[in-house]
T-cell receptor
Framework: DAGVIQSPRHEVTEMGQEVTLRCKPISGHNSLFWYRQTMMRGLELLIYFNNNVPIDDSGMPEDRFSAKMPNASFSTLKIQPSEPRDSAVYFCASSFAGTYIANTGELFFGEGSRLTVL | DQQVKQNSPSLSVQEGRISILNCDYTNSMFDYFLWYKKYPAEGPTFLISISSIKDKNEDGRFTVFLNKSAKHLSLHIVPSQPGDSAVYFC????????????FGTGTRLQVTL
């Protein structure tokens, strides 16, 4: 079975450019998460969706960041304009959260998109 | 405001010995805790978890201990193997928050020969 698929794996761009990161969650999962990994803060939750609806975007650092989930099999994280401090590894993760069943909290992560903003 | 803290950024252990990774949390409402393992250039993968109704959970060489009064959990790996060398993330969640996890900053474990 395919896991969470992220693209691109690596992105190098110049300050001020728009960056779009893409994610395809595991089929059948109804929750999708975007995390950012930095040395100082570890894995930070940026935003998560449940049934394609954004539930909590309190981790989105600034208005320069936006995320969409137009359907159950695709999500994007956009940074516009990008800045050097946005350089990090961005992970997408998915899970199944049942309404009436306890969920274990286990997330399935993609391999990440390493972003470098010069 | 780091609600989940891993105060040791790195740990080196000899093969065959016990590795103990520690994690502290500040939010007493957290009721489910997980450990994830991450190899370079890969995404984190789930390792083991524990519910707040338990104080220990074991899976093979991996055991997680939870001390709710101290808001502390630890991961024990016995015996440690070179393949265990990775970054370990502690995570916590609230039941009913659709798997929303709060992660620590990670501890890099190196198991030496």
């Amino acid at each position: 079975d395919a896991g969470v698929i992220q693209s691109p794996r690596h992105e190098v761009t110049e300050m001020g450019q728009e960056v779009t990161l893409r994610c395809k969650p595991i089929s059948g999962h109804n929750s999708l998460f975007w995390y950012r990994q930095t040395m100082m803060r570890g894995l930070e939750l940026l935003i998560y969706f449940n049934n394609n609806v954004p539930i909590d975007d309190s981790g989105m650092p600034e208005d320069r960041f936006s995320a969409k989930m137009p359907n159950a099999s695709f999500s994007t994280l956009k940074i516009q304009p990008s800045e050097p401090r946005d350089s990090a590894v961005y992970f997408c993760a998915s899970s199944f959260a049942g309404t009436y069943i306890a969920n274990t909290g286990e997330l399935f992560f993609g391999e990440g998109s390493r972003l470098t903003v010069l | 405001d780091q609600q989940v803290k891993q105060n040791s950024p790195s740990l080196s252990v000899q093969e065959g010995r016990i590795s103990i990774l520690n994690c502290d949390y500040t939010n007493s409402m957290f009721d489910y805790f997980l450990w994830y393992k991450k190899y370079p250039a890969e995404g984190p993968t789930f390792l083991i978890s524990i519910s707040s109704i338990k104080d220990k959970n074991e899976d093979g060489r991996f055991t997680v201990f939870l001390n709710k009064s101290a808001k502390h959990l630890s991961l024990h790996i016995v015996p440690s193997q070179p393949g265990d060398s990775a970054v370990y993330f502690c995570a916590a969640s609230l039941t009913g928050t659709a798997s929303k996890l709060t992660f620590g900053t990670g501890t890099r474990l190196q198991v030496t020969l």
